[in-house]
T-cell receptor, first 112, second 112 residues
Framework: GDSVTQMEGPVTLSEEAFLTINCTYTATGYPSLFWYVQYPGEGLQLLLKATKADDKGSNKGFEATYRKETTSFHLEKGSVQVSDSAVYFCALRGAGSYQLTFGKGTKLSVIP | DADVTQTPRNRITKTGKRIMLECSQTKGHDRMYWYRQDPGLGLRLIYYSFDVKDINKGEISDGYSVSRQAQAKFSLSLESAIPNQTALYFC???????????FGPGTRLLVL
């Protein structure tokens, strides 16, 4: 079945550092890929998405590119802020499916 | 006002008790979902509903039941709560064919 693997956390960075959170997936066909973010005490919010190979999703300075050849969707941001401290979830929706499959989440803490 | 609301936000109960978690949405979406989140495990789908007369089991439905009382309301019941049902529970909604699911703020449940 479908699965998502993302890097273990927690990740602690200083403000303005570069962020990469790795995400790889296993799925048949061409899934849609997502990054969700969960701020402390809140539900999940869609951060960005990509629906086909080589698409780049971007939002709030975050980017991720759908790489079919490496089955990856790594999240990057050039300069993190304290307000980016949250848990980040990589997820996929299989082709023709309604269901989201989530990774285990990566907790990011950004210190001043 | 939030588009997806969950009540209660926090609940403590005892083993063997029946409890109900409620979800309401004002987004007009036809699809609703219940997930549970456990530390280090990401989110897992419990039940989902595509309309008022449609109920489907997800990945981990044992020990749970649901009721779709109206398009805007989807309740999750634990018939006889047990400690390993201690978790954070999220409701989500989406429209048919849409990629994005919208999440409520979550209900934190502790079963003693």
């Amino acid at each position: 079945g479908d699965s998502v693997t993302q890097m273990e956390g927690p990740v602690t960075l200083s403000e303005e550092a570069f962020l990469t959170i790795n995400c790889t997936y296993t799925a048949t066909g061409y899934p849609s890929l997502f990054w969700y973010v969960q701020y402390p005490g809140e539900g999940l919010q869609l951060l960005l998405k990509a629906t086909k190979a080589d698409d780049k999703g971007s939002n709030k300075g975050f980017e991720a590119t759908y790489r079919k050849e490496t089955t990856s969707f790594h999240l990057e941001k050039g300069s993190v802020q304290v307000s980016d401290s949250a848990v980040y979830f990589c997820a996929l929706r299989g082709a023709g499916s309604y269901q989201l499959t989530f990774g285990k989440g990566t907790k990011l803490s950004v210190i001043p | 006002d939030a588009d997806v609301t969950q009540t209660p936000r926090n609940r403590i109960t005892k083993t063997g008790k029946r409890i109900m978690l409620e979800c309401s949405q004002t987004k007009g979406h036809d699809r609703m979902y219940w997930y549970r989140q456990d530390p280090g495990l990401g989110l897992r789908l419990i039940y989902y509903s595509f309309d008022v007369k449609d109920i489907n089991k997800g990945e981990i439905s044992d020990g749970y039941s649901v009721s779709r009382q109206a398009q805007a309301k989807f309740s999750l019941s634990l018939e006889s709560a047990i400690p390993n049902q201690t978790a954070l529970y999220f409701c989500a909604t989406s429209t048919a064919g849409a990629e994005t699911q919208y999440f409520g703020p979550g209900t934190r449940l502790l079963v003693l």
